[in-house]
């Protein structure tokens, strides 16, 4: 279980102290407490996002990117989403296509969304057809929350 399905409506900066708190005293607490760390940001990162402040969003998914990206499956998709925002959309694009051609590899649900979600935005950053399709596939998958919560359709 993430920060972001443990409490999904509470003040993010008293979580982030008394999780650090508590993870330092544990076997392997430094990784989880830079794991929890980069959570905040992304969250961070998605508030800013939603609203309309691409920039700071851009600061805070930077400080994560690279660093716990295999932690996350959905964070090359959501940073291809905060390129559209930046409205670098030959850039998203190509993020897009690199999120959708990691995730075909795999089958579970949340994988699967993600290569819907990417095939969903490629159409409309290129073809604008039939893309509706491809969002009504994914919202009927069963996935986390999270991936939801930061790849919205």
Avoid at 73 to 92: L, P, Q
Avoid at 97 to 104: H, L, S
Wanted: hydrophobic share 40%.
């Amino acid at each position: 279980m993430d920060i972001f399905t443990r409490w999904p409506n509470i003040d993010y900066r008293w979580v982030l102290a008394e999780l650090i708190t508590a993870t330092v005293q544990r076997k392997n607490g430094v990784r989880q407490m830079l794991k929890i760390i980069s959570d905040y940001r992304l969250l961070k990162s998605l508030k800013h996002l939603e609203k309309n402040d691409a920039s700071q969003s851009r600061q805070y998914l930077d400080k994560v990117l690279g660093v716990h990206d295999e932690e996350y499956d959905f964070i090359v998709a959501f940073d291809a989403m905060v390129m559209g925002f930046e409205s670098r959309y030959d850039d998203a694009l190509r993020r897009f296509k690199e999120a959708r051609i990691f995730r075909e590899e795999y089958s579970d649900p949340d994988s699967k969304y993600i290569v819907l979600f990417c095939q969903y935005w490629e159409c409309t950053l290129v073809e604008g057809g039939n893309c509706e399709r491809f969002k009504d596939q994914a919202l009927s998958l069963d996935t986390g929350k999270s991936v939801r919560m930061f790849l919205k359709l």
